[in-house]
């Protein structure tokens, strides 16, 4: 018994070192990797002063290399005027969910309604929201040229795209229903015009007064009100 076990052992510790002189013959063969020779930064003289001047004369001075005319007009909305329940107001409003601000240009639900023409209005413009969502799912599922990176189209080709996808989706709509899609759903007097388009920026003074009026929370508290009694008569 003493026998095998001596014998074992001796055949695993001849085992172990084959191993290790065959471990360190690989290791004395291996090539050492060449280091990467480091690379100093080199120091980059920047004309600062120079850049200014350049950047002043090309978009800041009176007689400027690039004026505003050369660059797209980007932030502007369509002027908008109607008018609900005797109250005009100039600016439109995009149908949003509790997290947005109460802004005139965000028209929310009410949180806790108390009233039977506050919860006809929560349901409306809830039901307005989802339809305006579920248009772009309908519309992505039916025409793949939606569903697509579009980059390489100009915006007036997007534009006309959209326009014709709409188009030809009424058309089908229409064909398969067999219902005339001439319906008048505007019940609100209205009168949206083209973007206006100015040479120049506003003015500092006239850039602050639209932003304290579309974030007049008083209005936006008097427009859902007027919304909520013009959907209660409507619907009622």
């Known amino acids: 018994m003493s026998s095998s076990s001596s014998l074992s052992d001796g055949i695993e510790g001849d085992l172990i070192d084959a191993f290790q002189a065959e471990y360190e013959e690989e290791m004395l ?4 990797e060449p280091r990467r020779p480091r690379r100093r930064r080199e120091f980059i003289r920047r004309d600062r002063l120079g850049a200014s001047d350049r950047l002043f004369e090309d978009y800041f001075a009176d007689d400027c290399n690039y004026p505003p005319s050369f660059f797209r007009r980007r932030g502007e909305a369509p002027v908008v005027n109607f008018t609900v329940n005797g ?14 601000p109460s802004w005139p240009v965000f028209m929310k639900g009410v949180t806790l309604p108390q009233s039977e023409n506050q919860r006809m209005f929560i349901a409306a413009q809830a039901a307005w929201r989802k339809d305006v969502e579920c248009a772009f799912g309908v519309l992505k599922a039916r ?3 939606l569903a697509v990176p579009g980059r390489s189209y100009s915006r007036r080709t997007l ?3 959209m326009c ?7 058309m089908i709509i229409d064909d398969e229903r067999g219902t005339n ?3 008048t759903y505007e019940t609100v007097e209205s009168n949206v015009g083209p973007a206006i388009h100015h040479h120049a ?6 850039r602050i007064q639209m932003d304290n009026e579309m974030r007049d929370s008083p209005v936006y508290t008097q ?7 013009h959907v209660w008569a409507h619907n009622a």
């Open 29 to 32: 063969n291996e090539e050492e």
């Open 87 to 100: 109250h005009e107001y100039n600016y439109g409003y995009y149908l949003a969910v509790g997290i947005y």
């Open 181 to 183: 899609l001439e319906h």
């Open 223 to 229: 427009l859902q009100q007027d919304l909520i009694e």
């Open 143 to 145: 025409f793949n040229i």
């Open 201 to 206: 920026p506003p003015s500092l003074a006239a």
């Open 159 to 161: 534009g006309l795209i």
């Open 164 to 170: 014709a996808c709409i188009i030809l989706h009424n």
